[in-house]
Structure formats: structure tokens, C-alpha cells
């Protein structure tokens, strides 16, 4: 029984928003919303803090790394007791180098001292990247097995996100270092398409390609470990610190429903301490998060598609079946769903759709329903 990540895990992200200007109030004040607003009751649960939370200048004369002291003046451990009181839990960041992407200090050659120290302030996660790092898989596969086995060493339970963002395969190899979730692609802005970062000369990822991604990987995740879509974006509509000028209404919406429909970890990356109705209604839709948590923990597979059009299917434990019907093209289309994409053909089938929490038709063999341009229709079907 997998008691660890058994479902997707849920939380919020620091650095979507905060980036380098983390600093503890933020962070107490994001937990307190995500009780406050809801979050929590949802199944949001981490609060983890990306990079940048250290000195820059190294460590201390025991080697340890030391919280910096103007943005986290009373450490670490008192923020961790102060989330933990809120009934939540509480992440940190490293890396498997001796820098971590923002040129922090990194955990390579410090792994066990740096779980003892996360462990001793009540590390419940550990988000752990890959910059600075040799590009060979068997190194990369060498290097997380050593922080996963200090994880474990500590005797704390502590979710292990691999950050290695999908070019050593970590899909084949992630649950065999420790790892409950590992990083998929590069880092997703928020767009619907990729789009070059002039200033570093490499393309950062748009919604629309993480689909074919997750298309590619539905196998290999399940209860224990799960293919990481990234943070989500929605919310940020174009004020986040990382690039992207914000998608629709809808675009967010399909990011919510393919990240749900394939069993994707959900980390929320907006301020939810300044948060719209519309974006709470995204991120807080209960039959839409019941997809992604489901305890049978399936992820999707893309079963049909048709040029733009495409429908994917997800077994539920109920015996049920969540649909979503994905238009990426760039004109609204009619499509129909037929009851051999979803292996019941003989049954009469009740389509209710989980984004208007209505039930929406009865059929048997077909049924058909008009899509928008990049948007996505999220059904759950059930026989009867």
C-alpha cells in the first residue's frame, strides 16, 4: 500500500510569483489564504519554497546551509512549525550540483548533511533541480539516488520532486532513486505555445505542447510517482516573474484539465493571497480535482485524433470513465465522442460535464458537442 504521493500531490509553489524575493512573510501569509480561501478542504496541502531561500555566500563553518537572514529572519524551522500548526506541510528547494539554478548554494557532496538539516526543521518536501549538473543520464540517475537514500536515512517522510525536467528520461527510472514525482519537460511559461526566451536563448514550454507530452508518458505514472507537468500557471495572466503574457479563460482551463486528467502534480504558482473568482473557480472545481485524485490514480491516454481534435479517456475507480474533449485548433469544431473511444458500447451512458457540474445528456452509441478553440470539454461518463 502506497501511503506517500498515492495520489497526485497538491500545493503551491513559490516560484511563479516570488522568484528570488521569497521571503517568509509571503510564505506565512500564503499558507494562511490557502486555509482561509478554501485551498486546503480542496487537498492542497505543500507549501514549498523554490530557490534563493539561502545566503548566496555559502555555508556556515559546520557546513550547514543558513537561511537568509533578511528574508527568513526567524529561520526555517519556526516557519515550518508555523505551517505545520495551520495543518499543512512545508517544502524546500535544492539542487544535485554545488549551485542550484539562481547560483545558490547546491546539495552535491552535502546530501546527508542537508536531510538532517531539513529533516531536523521538518522538511516535508524536497524539490530538487538539476543546474550546474553533467548532462549524462547515468550521472543524473547517480546523483538523485544519493539524496534520495539520504532522504530516507533521515527517517522523516519527505516527498522527493525530481526536477531534472525530462531530458535523461527520469519516467524510467524516478521510483528506482526514491522519487514520488519527476519533472516531465523544461520549465512551462505561461503560453499556449512555446516561445523563445531571447535573453537565455532557449524556448521555454506552452501549454499546448505539455498535451503531447503527457500523451507520451500517461504509462508510467501511478500511485507512488507521477509524471510532473510543472507548476501551474493559471493565475498569473501575464504578471508572474517568469515569461509569458497570459493565456484565456479558457486556455487555462484546458491546462487545469489535462494536468487533472493526466494525474499531473498540482502546484498552484499564483498569489492566492490576491486571487479573482475566476481563477479561484479554476483551481478549486471539486468533480474536476476529484479527476486528478482519483484513488485508482490512471492517467489518461489519448484514445482518438483528428487533426486539432483530440479525445482523451481516464478510468475512474467507480467504474466510471473522465473524458475530455480537446480542441487545440484555431476555429471552434463540433466533436463527437463515441462510445468505442471509451470501451462502452452496449450501455446506455450518463455525460455529465465537471467544469458546469451539470449533467448534460444520455446516449448510447455518440455524442456530439461544439468546442471552442483551445479549449476542453471535461466529461465524466458513467453507465447505468
Known sequence: ??????????????????????????????????????????????????????????????GDLIPDPEKFPNGIKALADYVHSLGLKIG???????????????????????AQLWASWGIDFLKYDYCHAPVEQAVAIERYRRMGEALRRTGREILYSLCEWGGRSPHLWGRSVGGQMWRSSGD?????????????????????????????????????????????????????????KGMSFLEYQTHMSVWCMAC??????????????????????????AVNQDPLGKPARRVRQ??????????????????????????????????????????????????????IADFTQALTHHVQPHSTVLLKVTGY
Open 306 to 359: 483528428h487533426g486539432p481534435n483530440e479525445v482523451w479517456r481516464k478510468p475512474l475507480q467507480d467504474g466510471s470513465v473522465a473524458v475530455a474533449l480537446i480542441n487545440r485548433g484555431s476555429s471552434g469544431s463540433d466533436m463527437t465522442l463515441r462510445a468505442s473511444d471509451i470501451g462502452m458500447l452496449d450501455t446506455p451512458k450518463l455525460a455529465r460535464n465537471l467544469w458546469t457540474q451539470q449533467d
Open 188 to 244: 512551462v511559461f505561461d503560453s499556449w505555445t512555446n516561445f523563445l526566451v531571447v535573453e537565455h536563448q532557449w524556448y521555454g514550454m506552452g501549454i499546448d505542447t505539455l498535451i503531447d507530452i503527457a500523451a507520451d508518458l500517461f504509462e508510467y505514472g501511478g500511485p507512488g510517482g507521477w509524471n510532473d507537468l510543472d507548476m501551474l500557471v493559471i493565475g498569473l495572466k501575464g504578471k508572474g516573474q517568469i515569461p509569458g
Open 1 to 62: 500500500m502506497t501511503s506517500l504521493a498515492a495520489t497526485p500531490p497538491m500545493g503551491w509553489n513559490s516560484w511563479n510569483t516570488f522568484g528570488n524575493a521569497i521571503h517568509e512573510t509571503a510564505v506565512r501569509e500564503t499558507a494562511d489564504a490557502i486555509v482561509a480561501m478554501g485551498f486546503k478542504d480542496c487537498g492542497y496541502e505543500y507549501i514549498v519554497i523554490d530557490d534563493c531561500w539561502t545566503r548566496k555566500d555559502g555555508r556556515d563553518s559546520n
Open 264 to 289: 499531473s502534480p498540482l502546484m498552484i504558482g499564483c498569489d492566492v493571497r490576491t486571487l479573482d473568482q475566476e481563477t479561484a473557480a479554476l483551481l478549486m472545481n471539486r468533480e474536476v480535482l
Open 92 to 114: 524546500i528547494y535544492s539542487d544535485a550540483a554545488h549551485l542550484t539554478c539562481a547560483g545558490f548554494p547546491g546539495s552535491y557532496e552535502f546530501e546527508d548533511q542537508d
